[in-house]
C-alpha cells in the first residue's frame, strides 16, 4: 500500500521564476493539505483541498496556488519565486477533512531558489 | 499567526530515561493535541493525540498530559530508546478542520 509520494524529492530554481510540485495521496484518501518547512522550523499550513476545491488556507501570499484532481492527487503553484520560498514542501493526506482523521505526511520537496 | 511554543529546543537523555517535551499554546479554540515525530529527511508522523475531554493519554512507551487550566499538553517518552533521536512537533488545531499549528520543535537525542 504506496504512502504519500512527492515529486520531485529536489528542485533548484531562480528568483523570479515559477514552480509545480506534485503529490499523490495515501491510497483511500481525498484530501490534500500543503506545507511549508523552512529549515529548523515546523511545517506551516499552507491550503488544504477536499473534493476539488481549495477548503483552508494558512497565511500565505496568492503567489501560492493548487490544484485538486478527480484522482485526488494535487499541485502546489508557486508563482515570482523568492529567496524565502527556500523550504521543504510537505504534502499531507486523509480520509476527510476532520481532525480526528490522522494526516500522513510524504517526504516532502526540497526546493532551493538562487 | 497563534504562537504555538515548544521547550526545551533540544533535549539529550540516555537510553532508559524519561524524556519530557512541552508545548504551550495561546488559542483556547483548540480542541486536538498531536504530537508529530520527525526523522531526518522524512515527513512528520503521527505519534499520538490526545482531545480535551481527557487529562492522560498512553500509547505504549508514549504518554500526553494536558492541562487545558494552563493551556499546556506535554509528552512523555519512558524508556527512551536510540531508535527515538528525532525532531517532535506539538500541532494543536480546531475548528474540525486539519488546519493545525505546528510548535517550534524539539530535537532529542538519547544517547546509549
Known amino acids: 500500500d504506496a504512502g504519500v509520494t512527492q515529486s520531485p524529492t529536489h528542485l533548484i530554481k531562480t528568483r523570479g521564476q515559477q514552480v509545480t510540485l506534485r503529490c499523490s495521496p495515501k491510497?483511500?484518501?481525498?484530501?490534500v493539505s500543503w506545507y511549508q518547512q523552512a529549515l529548523g522550523q515546523g511545517p506551516q499550513f499552507i491550503f488544504q483541498?477536499?473534493?476539488?476545491?481549495?477548503?483552508q488556507r494558512g497565511n500565505f501570499p496568492d503567489r501560492f496556488s493548487g490544484h485538486q484532481f478527480p484522482n485526488y492527487s494535487s499541485e502546489l503553484n508557486v508563482n515570482a519565486l523568492l529567496l524565502g520560498d527556500s523550504a521543504l514542501y510537505l504534502c499531507?493526506?486523509?480520509?476527510?477533512?476532520?481532525?480526528?482523521?490522522?494526516?500522513?505526511f510524504g517526504d516532502g520537496t526540497r526546493l532551493s531558489i538562487l | 499567526q497563534q504562537q504555538v511554543k515548544q521547550s526545551p529546543q533540544s533535549l539529550i537523555v540516555q537510553k532508559g530515561g524519561i524524556s519530557i517535551i512541552n508545548c504551550a499554546y495561546e488559542?483556547?479554540?483548540?480542541?486536538?493535541f498531536p504530537w508529530y515525530q520527525q526523522f531526518p529527511g522524512k515527513g512528520p508522523a503521527l505519534l499520538i493525540a490526545?482531545?480535551?475531554?481527557?487529562s492522560e493519554k498512553k500509547e505504549g512507551r508514549f504518554t500526553i498530559s494536558f492541562n487545558k487550566s494552563a493551556k499546556q499538553f506535554s509528552l512523555h517518552i519512558m524508556d527512551s530508546q536510540p531508535g527515538d533521536s528525532a525532531t517532535y512537533f506539538c500541532?494543536?488545531?480546531?475548528?474540525?478542520?486539519?488546519?493545525?499549528?505546528f510548535g517550534t520543535g524539539t530535537k532529542l537525542q538519547v544517547i546509549p
Open positions: 491510497s483511500g484518501h481525498d484530501t
Open positions: 483541498y477536499y473534493e476539488e476545491e481549495e477548503r
Open positions: 499531507a493526506s486523509s480520509l476527510g477533512q476532520s481532525l480526528g482523521q490522522p494526516q500522513h
Open positions: 490526545i482531545r480535551p475531554d481527557v
Open positions: 500541532a494543536p488545531g480546531s475548528g474540525g478542520y486539519q488546519k493545525v499549528t
Open positions: 488559542n483556547t479554540a483548540f480542541d486536538y
